[in-house]
Structure formats: C-alpha cells, structure tokens
C-alpha cells in the first residue's frame, strides 16, 4: 500500500527556521515525483514546487522560488519542505503528495502538516 | 501567469446532473492533462479524474471530465449527485514551464 506520511504539527514565531517532512513507503521513492501543495486557512490548493528523488530535480512555483527549499533524501525515502525565515502568512496546511511524472496527476496524499506561525 | 478559473460555487438537488467547469487563462487547456480533485472538509484532496476524462479505479462512473477547446476550458460532471458529494472540487494542470496550477475551486452544496 502506498502510503505518505507527514510529521506532525509546528507551531512556530517569525523569523525561525522549519523543515517538515513527508515518508514515503509502499513504492519505490526514487521512482516518483513528490509534490508540495499549500492551503492557507479556509482557501483552495496552492501548488508550491515538484522534486524527483531519483536525481534531485526540483521545479518551483514562480510564488515559492526563493521563499522554500524542496528536497529528498533517498536512503530514508523521504521528501522535505523548508523554511529559513518564517513569516505569519506562512501558517497553512501543508500537504505532500506524489505523482508520476512532473505533470501528471497527485495519485496519493499525506495527511498534512498544520503549520503554525505566531509572535 | 498562466490561471485556472471556476465558479466559487455551484449546488444542485440530489439525483441530479452537475457540471463544473475550469478556464484557462491562456495558451491551450488542451495542451497539458487536467486533473480534478476532491477534498472534502479536514480532509486531504482525492484525484477523481486524471488526464482529461480516466476515472481512477474506485471512483463512481457517475464522475466524468471532458475538455472543451473551443471554451478552452475543461468541465468536471456529476450525475446522480448523492449529499456524499457535498465537497470542494479543484481543476488542476501545468503551465509551459511544467509548473503546476489549480484552479481557485469550487464548493459543491448538494441540497
């Protein structure tokens, strides 16, 4: 069974650092694009970027370049989002998912992460 | 910046035919697939309809999609509608730079 599962929920003050993560299991990692989607309280899907294990190539949302990094790390199979600096408007719903080549569908979920940033 | 529209919100009674639909901004909307997802509250978004108009194995023949490149736009239908339906709906496809997009989504109230 394929499966994605997401570490748990952050709460965070502006200005740190954050990495969350996404683990694949159920299917070979290295063998699948792993997407990262944003959903700000009570709005709709935000693509954020694209990486593929297998050689580590990333593709960004021109709305994220610069403002998270996306990576993976193929002897724990398992795909990362993070932040240097975080900003209020950051909190959200964090969702993971994969996909079989950069432009076909997300065929399975994580569960989500619950981000959380606040003075 | 390539963008997806939709309606914010449609509803319809149960039993009856929904169609959703989702406009490209530019370019084609036929030249890249369009996914449709499902989410329904608290919960993660479920792919309903992949690469135009194929249903994933477990979701009801009453879903379909379609492409209209006349509109340029792509169209999610629901026949039959059940008050389990009751969800969001997002379009979603790539740009010429393979960067994915959504649409803004769609509330679906079954009444």
């Known amino acids: 069974e394929v499966q994605l599962v997401q570490s748990g929920a952050e709460v965070k003050k502006p200005g740190e650092s954050l990495k969350i993560s996404c683990k694949g299991s159920?299917?070979?990692?290295?063998?699948?694009?792993i997407g990262w989607v944003r959903q700000m309280p009570g709005k709709g899907l935000e693509w954020m970027g694209i990486i593929y294990p297998g050689d580590s190539d990333t593709r960004y949302s021109p709305s994220f370049q610069g403002q998270v990094t996306i990576s993976a790390e193929r002897s724990t199979s398992t795909a990362y989002l993070q932040w240097n600096s975080l900003k209020a408007s950051d909190t959200a719903m964090y969702y993971c998912?994969?996909?079989?080549?950069?432009?076909?569908?997300?065929?399975?979920w994580g569960q989500g992460t619950l981000v959380t940033v606040s003075s | 910046n390539f963008m997806l529209t939709q309606p914010r919100s449609v509803s319809e009674s149960p039993g009856k035919t929904v169609t959703i639909s989702c406009t490209g901004s530019?370019?084609?909307?036929?030249?890249?697939?369009v996914q449709w997802y499902q989410q329904r509250p608290g919960r993660a978004p479920v792919n309903v309809i992949y690469?135009?108009?194929?249903?994933p194995s477990g979701v009801p023949d009453r879903f379909s999609g379609s492409i209209d490149r006349s509109s340029n736009s792509a169209s999610l239908t629901i026949s039959g509608l059940k008050t389990e339906d009751e969800a969001d709906y997002y379009c979603q496809s790539h740009d010429i730079n393979y960067r994915g997009v959504f649409g803004g989504g769609t509330k679906l109230t079954v009444l």
């Open positions: 998912a994969r996909s079989s080549y950069s432009r076909s569908r997300f065929d399975s």
């Open positions: 530019s370019g084609s909307i036929a030249s890249n697939y």
């Open positions: 159920g299917y070979s990692f290295t063998s699948y694009w």
């Open positions: 690469d135009d108009n194929q249903r």
